[in-house]
């Protein structure tokens, strides 16, 4: 399955992925997948997000460029973050193909 695939299969069942940014590695909760500026693009949440009232999450959004991913994976026991990316998050994204 493509890294693309396997994005999109995230966002549906809203599963947290593991991933490989360059060459470092990191975990993270995929919002929104699609296209900008000619590229394929996720807005995902990076980091952890304790869930819990009076703890701060310890991450923050960012588009990403598909091309720059790898060795993605869901992972079914890890909390997948619900927060709300700000407008200003959804920029890199022109055109979205699925979104959660």
Known sequence: MSVYQTLKEAIEKKSAVTFTFHGKAGFGSPHSLGT?????RVLLYRG????EKEVPPQGKWSCIRVQDLTDVHLLSDTPFHTGHPAESHLQGLH???VSV
């Open 36 to 40: 900008g500026d000619g590229e394929e």
């Open 95 to 97: 055109k979205i193909d």
């Open 48 to 51: 952890e997000d304790a869930h």
